[in-house]
């Protein structure tokens, strides 16, 4: 562990996606067929050791699917998932669960409610058969002190804790496997502010002393801004943009993302609320529109973008967008004076 | 000045619960201009949806209102009977909730349901609700408004709902809309596009707006004054310039050093945090609810604050500028 520790970046990704696909087949009532929605449809994406990878988008672009893929939760339907160079589908089911564990949005019904604390945090080390019982309990009672939780809770049950102790219990029973990895889907928006803010500091402390390595799922781009390194923009199940954070906030590439920002209400009086530009061209997942799946609602559609389906260009895997404005092929001056800026 | 559209004086709120009467809302006081948008802002429980129900004269059956004054236009309807506020509601003061499918009746179709309280408030004709229904659809920049009529709200998207639910609180011509956390359930860029489409129409049709939220961000933009709730009561009331340019309560203060704001806080440093938790509000409540995670606290807090003021800013603290 140390020795990853004292050479954080140049070193093979933790987790490697190549291709990623998901599709579900959904029901739609007693006589029609069923239809296949593509909730991943195509993500190519590394997770370094130390950084803190921020996943942004709206609901239903695939956030969750992709995060149940990262922890092996769900199987691709196409593409590989490769964690420390080896692939998921060979390794042992448990032995990922011990190297990624998830925080769900959640902290109400991702707890069992007729488990007492100590003992849900403990659960991970009884299914791995690691240690005596009292092993276990002193271990879970280290976890409840790490992350902030008296010694008196562990004789209680979940519905006795506020939501933001239960978000701290949950974040216990991640890191009692001692993970490389920890995928949080929405840690905090089921928060009010004041508890957000204290489970944010407590990801963060525990990052540095730990050595931990975030994916950090979430809707609220200012959250995103202040714990995530780099930012991964996913629309309807795609990654569209990818950059280091101050790089995305500061230069955003894809229309997407500039209209993403531009939602971003701080507590600014004066500013206003922002034009998103965005239109009521809402995409059904089931449905999706041809060539790139968010030109219904961009601003700078032109030429190409109704029919042929943008590539990722960049620096992969630091930084990519996937969008012809970028793309030297199409994006020639003579295209740029028919955009309407 | 003219006179508010909206009174509220001295409004509580009891609710009847199993472990004992729960204070939701203690002596809250506020006004409401015409044309004026005031956010009612605090962490979930603080009794913004309470206080919303009890102007609205909706309050759950638990739930016992006393209130010095509470008028709309001058007439006190705290003094008159039942039928004063069942003709106002739905016509000149509208309510938007934040789900709109809960306010919405999923076995009527969107025209039904827009032009019903038109038709009852305006004694008007079937074909000129409908006209009316179209117009207002396409204002709240809803395309093929005819066809939408016809349609039934689970065929919508959640951000389609908002604007019909916008559309039918219009309806009738309001003087006061009280929207409660409307964007709350939608993403950021459709929360956008509703605030600004509110916003809009609120100026265009002179309404008053009261705008109920838990998120800052919201207040921040869309607010002209804004009353801060803290357990039931309003502890800071001021211009939206002055409470984020010069917050005075040591909530309101806490409140803002939790958000990350660019500028303000520094990537993956520590974020500020208000301690220890909301206290119960079963039983009665003495001194300043906040005392207990307060960092100015003092043995005096333990008495009721005193209510301070500066020019239009009010806080219920025993300092003057914490
Ligand atoms: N088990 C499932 N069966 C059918 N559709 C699903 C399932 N899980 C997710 N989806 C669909 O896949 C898309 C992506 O969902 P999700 O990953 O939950 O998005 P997000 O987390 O970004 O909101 C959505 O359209 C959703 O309805
Ligand atoms: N119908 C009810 N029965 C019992 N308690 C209620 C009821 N409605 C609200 N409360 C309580 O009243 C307080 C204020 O609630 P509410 O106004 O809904 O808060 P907010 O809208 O600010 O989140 C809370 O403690 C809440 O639990
Ligand atoms: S590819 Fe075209 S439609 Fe898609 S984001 Fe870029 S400019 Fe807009
Ligand atoms: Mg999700
Ligand atoms: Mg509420």
Redesign the pocket.
């Known amino acids: 562990m140390t020795a990853l520790a004292e050479t954080p970046l140049i070193e093979a990704p933790l987790i490697e996606a190549k291709g990623v696909t998901r599709s579900f087949k959904v029901g739609a009532g007693l006589f029609n067929r069923k239809r296949t929605l593509h909730a991943v449809n195509g993500i190519d994406l590394t997770i370094r050791k130390g950084e803190v990878l921020g996943i942004v988008g709206e609901s239903g672009c695939g956030k969750s699917t992709l995060a149940r893929i990262l922890l092996g939760l769900l199987p691709p339907s196409t593409g590989t998932i490769s964690f420390q160079g080896r692939e998921l589908s060979t390794l042992d089911r448990r032995a990922v669960a011990r190297q990624v564990q998830p925080v769900f949005q959640d902290p109400y019904s991702s707890l069992n409610p007729r488990r007492r604390i100590a003992s849900i945090v403990s659960f991970p080390l009884d299914v791995h058969g690691i240690g005596t019982a009292a092993e276990r309990r002193r271990r879970a009672l280290e976890m409840m002190d790490l992350v902030g939780l008296p010694a008196r809770f562990a004789d209680r049950y979940p519905s006795e804790l506020s939501g933001g102790q239960r978000q701290r219990v949950a974040i216990a029973r991640a890191l009692v496997m001692k993970p490389e990895i920890v995928v949080c889907d929405e840690p905090t928006s089921a928060l009010d502010v004041s508890v957000q803010s204290q489970i944010l500091n407590l990801l963060l402390d525990l990052r540095r002393e730990l050595n931990l390595t975030y994916v950090f799922i979430s809707h609220n781009l200012a959250v995103v801004e202040h714990i995530a390194t780099r930012v991964a923009v996913m629309y309807l199940g795609r990654v569209v943009e990818l950059a280091e954070t101050a790089e995305l906030f500061a230069n955003p590439r894809h229309p997407y993302t500039t209209a993403l920002l531009a939602s971003i209400l701080t507590p600014e009086p004066g500013l206003g609320i922002p034009e998103t530009g965005l239109g009521l061209a809402f995409p059904d997942p089931l449905n999706p529109p041809s060539g790139c799946v968010f030109h219904p609602r961009c601003p700078n559609a032109f030429g190409p973008c109704a029919t042929v389906v943008p590539r990722a260009l960049g620096q992969h895997p630091a930084g990519l967008v996937a969008c012809h404005l970028h793309d030297p092929d199409y994006n020639t001056a003579n295209n740029q004076g028919n955009r309407p800026s | 000045m003219t006179r508010p559209i909206l009174e509220v004086a001295n409004l509580s709120v009891d ?1 009847r ?1 199993a472990g004992g009467t ?1 204070q ?1 809302v203690r002596d809250v006081s506020f006004s409401v201009g015409r044309g004026e948008t005031l956010c009612l802002v ?1 962490e ?8 919303s129900l009890a102007i609205m004269d909706l309050l ?1 059956r ?2 016992t209102r006393r209130v010095s004054r509470l008028a709309f236009d001058g007439v006190d309807l705290a003094r008159s009977g039942k039928g004063a506020v069942n003709a106002l509601r739905g016509n000149r003061m509208a309510m938007i909730f934040q789900e709109p499918m809960t306010a919405l009746n999923p076995a009527y179709t969107i025209g039904d349901q827009l032009t019903e309280g038109y038709r009852r408030h305006k004694k008007a004709g079937a074909a000129e609700a409908r006209e009316r229904a179209v117009h207002l659809l396409e204002k709240v920049g809803i395309a093929a408004a005819g066809d939408r009529l016809g349609q039934y709200p689970h065929q919508l998207s959640g951000g389609l709902r908002q604007r019909i639910m916008i559309a039918m609180a219009l309806m009738c011509g309001p003087d006061l809309v009280i929207a409660d956390e409307p964007t709350t359930a939608l993403d950021v860029t459709i929360q956008a596009q509703i605030l600004r489409l509110l916003a809009e129409l609120q100026r265009e049709l002179g309404i008053a707006l009261v705008l ?1 939220t838990h998120d800052l961000g919201v207040v921040g933009r869309i607010a002209d004054r804004v009353a801060v ?1 803290y357990a ?1 009561e309003v502890v800071e009331n001021g211009t939206a310039a002055e409470i984020f340019t010069h917050p005075r309560h040591p909530y309101t203060q806490g409140l803002m050093d939790c958000i990350p704001l660019p500028g303000r806080t520094k990537p993956g440093e520590r974020l500020g945090v208000i301690p220890g938790v909301v206290p119960s ?1 079963v039983g009665g409540i003495q001194g300043c609810p906040f005392r207990d995670r307060c960092p100015h606290a003092r043995p005096v807090c333990a008495e009721t604050p005193p209510v301070k003021t500066q020019g239009e800013h009010a806080w219920r603290c025993i300092l003057e500028d914490a």
């Open positions: 609710i619960t729960l939701a605090g979930s429980g603080c009794g913004k949806s309470v206080t759950p638990a739930a109920i709730m039931g509000l």
